[in-house]
């Protein structure tokens, strides 16, 4: 059953593509023979460039695909811009242990659609496939070429730094406020780039667009989740089955603190969250056994900890401040003052243990509106005792969560 609903989650997260913010946005797109055309694009975000786009040439149109050999050109007004281009780029690895020992980038020619960040008196461009980012530029009418950066291994203990892009911006960025340093101390980095063009185009009153210039989104929240646990617990005892112990499910309280950060691309849809939460159990039982004196075995648990659930978040937009979503998450949990112990029927003490606990998942499902929001959270089974040879035992939890938004 636990397998079963970890497949489900699992596989609901990573292939769900559910009603969400994504939708068809005014833009248009320019064709081999220059056409343009104006449409309403599928505005997805993209975390890397697009090799194809969807569009409509209506609301109520049929939905088109289209692919880099067949535009020049596309975009979505005030949002973004790519343009079809064939360049060389360098796709070393940037990986600490397969960097190369040659300084020099190995190029390839291909033809991609490169995002338009700044388009001015000089243009910047960007291409990001996984891990990988390359920045290119352009003057005037000369051709789009890559901004040099590679890491690289001179010895095997050593890494250093191809910055060829910084001689590249000194002699084709030339202005009279830029001081050396400026550019001597540049990162290979959107923001800095951006900046430097945008500063560039500026000193020449030159005209530009700025794509990377956004409206102020909600990147961070923090909400108060008070909420109801159902748990039960079981303990098999593989050296004594007279100790071989559970307890019914039990209903408790607890309370967390989440923050989330929105992920920024995909409009939206994914985040991060790691929350923090008090839980309690406590339980108690009585057997008659012939082998302890006084016939009877008092079994005790007392476990309080603070998990920490640290997970992934996946969000379906019903409307601009209603939407339903799914998480799954790794839980830390971090136990005090927290025992499970044997007595007999005087109290004298037969047994005890502290509890260490492993690591367990759970998964969610849920609806947030505005500020407030409610979750459903199925947690798998839990060791408690993983520390002791004799013992296997089984905390489990469903949650009904409450939620509250503080910002």
């Excluded at 005892?237 to 559970?246: E, G, I, P, W, Y």
């Excluded at 849809?269 to 009585?286: D, L, R």
Aim: hydrophobic share 35%.
């Amino acid at each position: 059953m636990k397998k079963q609903v970890v497949l489900f989650f699992i596989t609901a997260i990573l292939s769900l593509n559910g009603y969400s913010q994504i939708s068809f946005e005014k833009g248009y797109y320019i064709d081999n023979a220059n056409h343009k055309t104006t449409c309403l694009i599928k505005n997805i975000d993209w975390k890397n460039n697009p090799t194809k786009f969807e569009y409509k040439l209506s609301e109520n149109s049929e939905s088109q695909r289209a692919t880099i050999p067949l535009i020049k050109e596309f975009g979505i007004d005030s949002i973004s811009k790519y343009v079809r281009t064939t360049v060389n780029i360098d796709r070393s690895m940037n990986d600490v242990h397969n960097l190369s020992t040659d300084k020099n980038p190995i190029f390839n020619e291909e033809e991609l659609f490169l995002k338009v960040l700044v388009e001015g008196k000089s243009n910047l461009y960007e291409y990001v496939d996984g891990n990988l980012k390359r920045y290119f530029y352009t003057n005037a009418d000369s051709n789009i070429e890559q901004l040099i950066f590679k890491s690289y291994k001179p010895f095997w203990y050593i890494i250093a730094e191809n910055n060829a892009f910084r001689q590249q911006l000194w002699n084709n960025l030339k202005c009279p406020n830029f001081k050396k340093n400026k550019i001597e101390n540049i990162d290979y980095d959107k923001n800095n780039l951006v900046r430097l063009f945008v500063d560039y185009s500026e000193c020449h009153n030159a005209e530009f667009k700025n794509f990377e210039t956004k409206q102020k989104r909600n990147a961070f929240n923090l909400a108060i989740r008070p909420r109801l646990r159902n748990s039960s617990f079981r303990a098999d005892n593989n050296a004594n089955n007279t100790k071989t112990t559970a307890f019914n499910n039990k209903t408790g309280f607890g309370i967390g603190l989440e923050a989330e950060y929105i992920l920024p691309f995909n409009k939206n849809k994914w985040a991060i969250a790691i929350e923090p939460t008090y839980q309690n159990f406590k339980g108690e039982k009585e057997t008659n056994v012939r082998n302890v004196q006084g016939g009877v075995l008092k079994a005790a648990l007392k476990y309080s900890s603070i998990e920490i659930p640290v997970g992934l978040r996946h969000y379906m937009f019903l409307s601009e401040k209603s939407k339903l979503f799914l998480n799954a998450s790794i839980i830390a949990d971090l136990t005090r003052k927290s025992s499970f112990e044997f007595t007999r029927a005087d109290g004298s003490s037969l047994e005890s243990v502290d509890i260490k606990s492993r690591t367990n998942l759970a998964f969610g499902f849920g609806y947030k509106l505005s500020k407030l929001s409610l979750e459903a959270r199925y947690q798998t089974s839990r060791d408690i005792l993983s520390d002791y040879l004799h013992w296997e035992a089984y905390y489990r939890t469903v949650s009904i969560i409450f939620g509250y938004s503080l910002f």
